[in-house]
């Protein structure tokens, strides 16, 4: 395996981590040179074809903008389509020459728009004008990524002091700890607003003789071009196959013969030199700028909204794409989408390479799909795009080869639009769920589907399915194979579908059942009712309409006759089951796979039950089998398996349809299943959501806004509908104040809901020309109670009067300005108590939520434009001001399209990157470093590591590099995971915030505190804007601030902490605990002994009370706590005695040193958990009073046995030794093991001496992998209290049950069973 690392100037090159690679296949370098390119290096690898190192090389700034370029190896042209390793005389070191390839018409417009993208000279302000989130990480460094010099302590130092001479300056008062204001927005972007770049051309536009005549064409004019340079000289440029030249055209005569004395270049960009100095000056210097990261200048594979742009109108920069006629060369050959996406779902997978090249093919033809579904759903809303048909209830559109649809809402069976709205997106979650099956099921395909929501509007887009208008087949109509209204029918293409669906039912869990036909026969299914299957006219088999692939969720069904509690019947007791207001409530995926782990977990506690009843374990493995069997067929039938004799979970997912009517046979298992969709819905109740509640105070990732709330309940598979019921069961609990942050933004998430959809309807009826004043209309009625509409109408009716463009009629164009503040606050509480049924409502207005649970309008506003696609302008906001719209008209910048799609998985990396959090659960820091240097490098060649998963692969890539000594290494891959997250997940997302705070600590351990001070203020400014500081992981920051700071500062911050903790996690809490023994530490160190020694006896006495007195770290603190009142009795002794004072400066013992504060950020960030070391200790010591006992054992013995006769003395003496070999056996190996798990744990454990700040396991994550205790983990709710022997009977018998189908996993020295169950 090959890692790829980034040189300065973005170029990628690869080292070797591993060597799973041969030499032939390895990264050499070789020369590149000709077609008038300085020469120059670049690293290959023998696997890549031709045509890949040609685009490498184009991509390379010495060569750029030059396109329609070969390569050439001893004067010979190189086949594109071949592999460099099989290229006769290819070998490192080895010279290529380019050689220009004349021009095509198409290749010609190529050249040109790479031309005009390059004089474009693309800035950090363009991403927000085309509605992308930034990267905002340089405006804070300022300086290009170079770290020091590892080897070198000389440089080390110097770069050191270099960073001391430019101090940080002091926190700004809107972060500091109490601070009453809100950070000023303008601090999150920057607002340079004017050309960072020089001009070049005054125009570059077609010609006015543009396009070339007939007779011209023959003799190969392509295109006239006209010029206008920054000297003030005008000419007209001719392309042709051999390249560019300047012909005699004016503007008033067309001659297009050559101009005297003007060469033909091959790059347009060589012949403008030739024209203007200044052009050739201006673009000398853009060449040799500083170049960016590669994570900065690729494009993301999918659009990362940015709520907030840039404000001046002079930021546009110019374009000549249009002027070019470029705009209207593009997509004029429409793609056909499901062809490229099945072409490369067929791609060969028999050896990595080729997987890689597989996943890099789907992602980069999704990515294009969806940018195609971006475009035309712009395109149809905005009446660009004619419909297919003359419905109006439900049009068809086509645009770039995506077929888009506006379902009607006539089925009000479904719900409405809430239901149509509901069946997409579960349609879309159904084609992830059979996109995502690997091995031979990826043979069963499905439609590339995408949904849009664009200005109110919700499209259907997808590609175009085959073979639904071909000819029909025989007994075959139109390839219909399988569904609903399929007849019986027999041939060898079903029974092939038939086989794919039956194992794709396996991996999904779902069964395979009967139904009765339209005619009243038996029609065997494997999904749902809705399902089609088809033979496409491309020979592929095809699964359409898959929206209730998923069981049904009977907390919301309430019809009576089905064994469903009614409406009136649940009302008293709990509530549920309840009325939606849409009939598609399925459970989520996520939830299906935790229930069935925790049903095999009561299958695998009944079947000891039922051994135990029987006689006990032993004696039912020693006494026959039957006895086991039949304990496992009793466990089946109580938790509800499908099978008899092993344990099989799966759901019907046409229970509970409407219409749907299942034979008599089907009775029992219709029965079972009823049966385990109660139990699987209660399970939500009992289960998920205590867990989430305790996941969101101990776990590793917080929720910090609406994105991170939605994705930690959909991954206890907790679906949105259920945030009534959180509310309430945190209202119940008694950690209702710890997650108090949790009921803040389900407030915030129910408000949005709602919101959103009245937003929906409320936009469709806009005007264009009134669509900003309507929006900021809506935004103030939402944020402002009682917004008085009647200035902010007139004003729009003005701007509405000054277009010109009022089309609809007066009542048409300000019927949108009716809404009032009071208006829509009562529409979203009768939408909340709809949908979430609260109990306690939403209050008169916003402000009742701001009060009482401490919600922020700026937050509330941030989530609305995420959610809608609105993006505003970068200012102040003031909502306080009544009489005054806070957010006018000319505040709303854009409305973008928000896009859902299905997203590519990157398995090969994926499991490489679990299996390196395998690894380092268990401590092996080596193992799990070279892992995620081989995931990195995976990632990397499918995605370029602009992917959400490569970015916690390298974040966690950085950590084990750090924890083993790298702090430049970590620093290095730490500064691209900033860069990632900011482009791919969003410049404000909280993994964003998380990354800067543990940049912080990297740059800090190399030296640069200032800068480490700055990403700890941009990170404390995103956490206040995105959510408020009453948040857990506000004590993260502002502890890491107070270690980091000095003085009266670092004391504010870390008391500031303490609060915090205090009040999330309890006073008894070791995080708690430990800021104590910070504080401490940090008060002693300003003199204050008495304070220090106060704070260091609570942190001693959770230390006892939670580990006793025996434990390493009570002995730290009890340790410390005594110098501490050596020195304050010291002080004491010296003022009483003659009020001479002691030395200024504490003593050393009470004075952190930089490793030590080193120590205590990567303890408060999660980055050291000394569970690692202490696992060790304690398997130690264990060890020792084994030893001893078995030295004990020994001695009694041998004093026995020399009383005996002597026959018996040898008879005994044999035995003792056979004893004693295998004790001193088993004491090596476990030893051995210690020893071997010791070596690999050395990042963690520096030494085996007592430290005063170490061995805390904080429980403030920054999604760091938990490691259990090494006793927890040899342990099994099957097998305690049950010898050796038996439980390797009982693991026999478990193993021989299969979970749906797989195999259970066996923990390697444990002996012990952990099954695992996976559904895809």
Not at 2 to 30: H, M, Y
Not at 105 to 110: E, K, P, T
């Amino acid at each position: 395996m090959r890692d790829t690392a980034k040189k300065g100037n973005g170029e990628k090159r690869t080292v070797d981590v591993s060597g799973s690679k041969s030499d032939d296949d390895g990264s050499f370098p070789v020369k590149i040179q000709g077609a008038g390119v300085d020469a120059f290096e670049l690293q290959v690898n023998g696997f890549w074809l031709v045509q890949d190192t040609i685009m490498s090389v184009l991509g390379r700034e010495e060569v750029a903008p030059r396109t329609s370029l070969t390569l050439a190896l001893s004067g010979v042209t190189l086949d594109l389509l071949a592999e460099l390793r099989d290229v006769k005389g290819f070998k490192a070191g080895v010279t290529l020459r380019l050689v220009e390839e004349p021009y095509s018409h198409r290749s010609a417009q190529a050249h040109l728009a790479r031309v005009q993208e390059m004089l474009r000279a693309a800035g950090p302000q363009d991403c927000l004008m085309e509605g992308r989130s930034p990267s905002v990480l340089h405006t804070l460094t300022q300086t290009p990524e170079a770290p020091p010099t590892p080897h070198s302590s000389k440089n080390r130092r110097a770069n050191s002091k270099a960073e001391q001479s430019a101090e940080a300056p002091p926190p700004p008062a809107y972060i500091q700890p109490g601070a009453l204001e809100r950070p000023p927005l303008t601090t999150l972007l920057p607002n340079n607003t004017h050309s960072e770049h020089s001009s070049y051309l005054l125009d570059l536009s077609l010609s006015c003789w543009n396009t070339p005549p007939g007779f011209r064409k023959l003799q190969g004019d392509f295109m006239y071009i006209s010029v206008h340079t920054l000297e003030g000289k005008q000419c007209d440029i001719t392309s042709c196959p051999r390249g560019f030249y300047v012909n005699r055209s004016t503007l008033d005569l067309f001659d297009p013969r050559p101009a005297s004395s003007t060469p033909v270049c091959h790059c347009l960009t060589d012949l403008l030199s030739h024209l203007s100095p200044q052009f050739k000056h201006n673009l000398s210097a853009l060449k040799h700028r500083p170049s960016l990261p590669a994570e900065e200048t690729l494009s993301t594979p999918d659009r990362t909204l940015s709520w907030l742009g840039i404000s001046s109108i002079h930021s546009h920069k110019s374009s000549f794409s249009g002027r070019l006629g470029l705009d209207q060369e593009l997509n004029t050959q429409a793609p056909d989408w499901n062809k490229e996406i099945q072409a490369a779902r067929d791609l060969p997978q028999r050896s990595l390479e080729e997987r890689l090249q597989r996943d890099r093919a789907l992602l980069q033809v999704n990515s294009a799909f969806v940018s195609a579904v971006t475009q035309a759903a712009e395109k149809v809303i905005d009446g660009l795009v004619d419909p297919l048909n003359d419905s109006r209830e439900e049009p068809a559109f086509l645009w770039g080869g995506v077929f888009m649809s506006v379902p009607a809402h006539g089925e009000e069976w479904l719900g409405g639009e809430r239901g149509h709205r509901a069946a997409q997106r579960l349609e879309l979650r159904g084609v992830q769920g059979y996109s995502d099956l690997e091995g031979d099921l990826q043979n069963l395909h499905t439609i590339p589907t995408a949904l849009a929501d664009y200005r109110g509007v919700r499209l259907s887009a997808q590609a175009l399915a085959p073979g639904l208008q071909g000819p029909e087949q025989a007994e075959v109509p139109n390839g219909l194979l399988y569904g609903f209204s399929v007849g019986p029918l027999e041939n060898p293409a079903r029974r092939k579908l038939l086989e794919l669906l039956a194992h794709s039912a396996k991996a999904l869990a779902l069964q395979r059942h009967a139904v009765l036909g339209t005619t009243g026969h038996q029609l065997p299914l494997f999904t749902s009712v809705d399902a089609q299957g088809i033979l496409g006219a491309d020979g592929r088999y095809y699964l359409l309409d898959v929206y209730r692939t998923m069981p049904a969720d009977t907390n919301f069904l309430v019809e009576d006759g089905d064994g469903v509690v009614t409406e009136q019947e649940a009302a008293a007791g709990d509530g549920f089951p309840r009325r939606y207001p849409h009939a598609l409530c399925r459970l989520r995926p996520e939830l299906v796979k935790a229930f069935i782990q925790h049903k095999h977990d009561q299958f695998s506690a009944c079947v000891k039950a039922l051994m135990e009843e029987s006689g006990g374990v032993e004696e039912c493995m020693n006494a026959c089998v039957s006895r086991s069997t039949d304990a496992v067929r009793g466990a089946c039938k109580d938790v509800g398996s499908v099978s008899d004799i092993i344990f099989e979970m799966r759901f019907n997912p046409n229970v509970f349809s409407p219409g749907v009517q299942f034979p008599d046979s089907e009775r029992d298992a219709v029965a079972l299943q009823k049966r385990l969709l109660k139990e699987s819905a209660s399970f939500i109740f009992k289960e998920q959501i205590p867990a989430f509640m305790n996941d969101c105070i101990q776990g590793p990732d917080v929720p910090m806004d609406g994105a991170t709330l939605r994705q930690a309940l959909h991954q206890k598979g907790i679906n949105l509908r259920y945030l009534g019921q959180v509310i309430l069961s945190i209202s119940q609990s008694d950690l209702k104040d710890q997650l108090r942050h949790i009921t803040r933004l389900v407030f915030t998430e129910i408000v949005v809901r709602c919101a959103q959809r009245l937003f929906n309807g409320y936009i469709q009826g806009v005007e264009t020309s009134n669509m900003s004043a309507a929006v900021s209309h809506f935004l103030c009625c939402l944020l402002v109670p009682h917004f008085s509409s009647t200035s902010n109408g007139e004003e729009s009716k003005k701007r509405s009067r000054r277009r010109g463009r009022g089309g609809g009629g007066a009542t048409d164009s300000t019927s949108w300005s009716t809404l009032s503040g009071n208006e829509l606050w009562s529409l979203i509480c009768q939408d909340a108590q709809e949908t979430y049924r609260l109990k306690e409502g939403l209050g008169s207005n916003v402000d009742n939520l701001v009060e009482q649970y401490g919600l922020q309008k700026i937050s509330l506003l941030r989530e609305m434009c995420l959610k809608t696609g609105i993006q505003l302008r970068l200012k102040e906001y003031t909502f306080d001001n009544r009489n005054k719209p806070p957010i006018s008209p000319d505040d709303v910048l854009n409305i973008l399209p928000v896009i859902k799609h299905v997203t590519m998985t990157t398995a090969d990396a994926t499991k490489k990157f679990q299996a390196a959090q395998s690894s380092l659960q268990k401590g092996l820091l080596e193992q799990a470093y070279e892992k995620l240097k081989e995931a990195s490098y995976l990632f990397g060649r499918v995605c370029d590591d602009l992917h959400s998963e490569a970015c916690h692969c390298l974040s966690l890539l950085a950590k084990v590099a750090y924890l083993q000594g790298r702090p430049a290494e970590a620093r290095s891959v730490q500064l691209r995971v900033v860069v990632i997250s900011e482009r791919v997940l969003g410049f404000d997302h909280p993994n964003t915030i998380r990354q800067y705070v543990l940049l912080a600590v990297y740059l800090f351990a190399g030296g640069e505190a200032a800068l480490a001070q700055r990403c700890l203020y941009r990170a404390k400014v995103l956490l206040l804007t995105v959510h408020g500081g009453d948040h857990p992981y506000t004590a993260v920051i502002d502890a890491s601030l107070g270690l980091i700071l000095q003085g009266e500062q670092s004391l504010q911050y870390l008391q500031s902490a303490l609060k915090i903790t205090s009040s999330f996690r309890g006073d008894a809490d070791l995080t708690a605990a430990l800021i104590l023994h910070l504080l401490a530490q940090r008060l002693c160190v300003s003199g204050d002994y008495r304070g220090g020694m106060n704070l260091e006896k609570q942190a001693h006495s959770i230390f006892q009370n939670k580990w006793g007195e025996d434990h390493p770290q009570t002995k730290c603190s009890s340790e410390f706590l005594k110098n501490i009142t050596q020195q304050a009795v010291r002080v004491e002794r010296s003022i009483r005695q003659g009020g001479v004072e002691l030395c200024d400066a504490p003593p050393e013992s009470l004075t952190p040193s930089l490793d030590t504060t080193l120590e205590q950020l990567a303890l408060v960030n999660g980055i050291l958990k000394t569970s690692y070391s202490t696992r060790i200790m304690e398997f130690k010591e264990k060890l020792k009073e084994k030893k001893a006992a078995e030295e004990a054992e020994k001695a009694k013995s041998q004093s026995t046995n020399e009383k005996e006769a002597s026959g018996l003395q040898a008879n005994d003496g044999e035995a003792t030794g056979a004893e004693k070999t295998n004790g001193e056996q088993a004491q090596e190996a476990t030893e051995e093991n210690a020893e071997s798990e010791r070596g690999e744990t050395d990042g963690v454990e520096k030494s085996d001496q007592i430290n005063v700040n170490g061995d805390i396991d904080s429980h403030q994550h920054n999604g760091d992998c938990p490691t259990n205790n090494g006793e927890e983990e040899c342990q099994s709710d099957i097998t305690n209290g049950v010898s050796t022997e038996s439980q390797s009977k009982l693991t026999n018998i478990m193993m021989s049950a299969v979970v749906n189908g797989n195999e259970s996993d066996v923990s390697e020295g444990s002996g012990d069973v952990k099954k695992r169950v996976e559904t895809e």
